[in-house]
């Protein structure tokens, strides 16, 4: 579909006044090979936009709101960090973690909180805190050859909108509510999509 100016008229609102103004445009919409004219009507506003600048409480302030997560800030450096507990976390490589997203995803497994390393190449799954300590020797050294870590406990570095040369972190997919996917099906499709395995 292409839009054409054709022609251009501006006119006051039955007010009288700047802000109900109204702008006329005839534009000439292609659609499926015929061109047809149109009259489109725009409202202008008086006041610009307000730029909204984000802040590292505003940020925190949004994690423990919409998304229940037990958010903190460093008031020295402005690094926000959660507990992990009834929220777990597991991290793994970049390329590993790409082919577990897509396996979720085509399961319908969705919204996907996932926090990115810059530097260390990696990405972390926020998950629900539902996975078994893992007793078999053999499973344990796959998934520690395979780079792939739980965390149960300790901090989680969240995403802040000041920068931060020591700790780099960013969304991959952003956590914009409470659901988190459990942490064993995100296990469970990490170790299905190593190399020569296969799960049922």
């Not at 793994?92 to 399961?107: C, G, H, I, S, W």
């Not at 260390?120 to 300590?133: E, H, N, Q, Y």
Request: proline share 8%.
């Amino acid at each position: 579909m292409r839009i054409q100016p054709i022609a251009h008229r501006s006119g006051r609102s039955a007010r009288g006044n700047d802000s109900g103004r109204l702008d006329h445009k005839r534009v000439a919409i292609e659609r499926f090979g015929h061109w047809v004219v149109r009259e489109v009507s725009m409202t202008r506003t008086s006041q610009p936009a307000t730029v909204y600048a984000e802040t590292p409480r505003s940020r925190c302030e949004f994690y423990r709101r919409e998304c229940s997560l037990p958010a903190v800030i460093d008031p020295d450096t402005g690094r926000i960090t959660m507990k992990a507990g009834f929220v777990g976390a597991v991290m793994m490589p970049t390329e590993l973690a790409r082919r577990v997203k897509t396996t979720l995803d085509m399961r319908g497994v969705a919204p996907l909180p996932i926090i990115g390393h810059p530097r260390a190449g990696g990405w972390t799954f926020l998950v629900r805190s539902d996975i078994r300590p893992i007793g078999d020797p053999a499973v344990v050294a796959q998934l520690w050859r395979a780079r792939v870590v739980v965390i149960r406990e300790g901090d989680i570095a969240l995403p802040s909108p000041v920068p931060d040369a020591l700790m780099a972190r960013t969304w991959i997919s952003p956590a914009v509510s409470k659901f988190r996917p459990s942490g064993a099906v995100v296990l469970e499709c990490a170790r299905a999509c190593l190399p020569g395995q296969w799960i049922e």
